[in-house]
């Protein structure tokens, strides 16, 4: 239950803009194409006027037209921060520790930029939500998801 003042997935805004088709992978070789959209989460009507910025990625499963729902990323954002549990920083250490856990190869420098990347997320969204309601905002769409 959501205690009071406690934002939820219906008062975060969610703005998106197309980015780009990608249809090349890091080494030039074709693949099938995907789309990559520019994400913006703000809480309106709170003096909190701190903006989380994202990328979001679709598959073929989808038209360039089909924008990414609210859902959609916070979904994707909840998971990728869930990932984290019991890490407090992007140190090394940390990293091998959940690069094992999820399955990454922890010499991998790809790996530890998503490493960074999921650490940054989840601090941005600390910053505009705080970290009790980021936890709510976490079970919420666990909730939703099952």
């Known amino acids: 239950m959501t205690k009071p003042n406690t934002p939820t997935v219906d008062s975060i805004r969610l703005d998106v803009e197309f980015d780009d088709v990608i249809e090349f992978d890091d080494f030039g070789n074709y693949q ?34 089909d924008m990414p729902d609210k859902q959609a990323v916070l979904w994707s954002l909840c998971a990728d921060i869930e990932s984290l549990q019991g890490i407090t920083d992007d140190s090394i250490e940390n990293f091998k520790r959940w690069a094992y856990e999820i399955g990454y190869d922890p010499d991998s420098m790809k790996a530890y930029e998503i490493f960074k990347g999921c650490v940054k997320e989840r601090n941005e969204l600390i910053a505009l939500l705080g970290e009790d309601s980021l936890a709510d905002l976490i079970n919420e769409m666990n909730e939703l998801e099952g």
């Open 32 to 65: 099938r194409p995907w789309y990559a959209y520019d994400c913006r989460l703000t809480l309106p009507g709170t003096p909190n006027s701190h903006v989380v910025e994202v990328k979001f990625h679709q598959g073929v499963g989808y038209s360039v037209d």
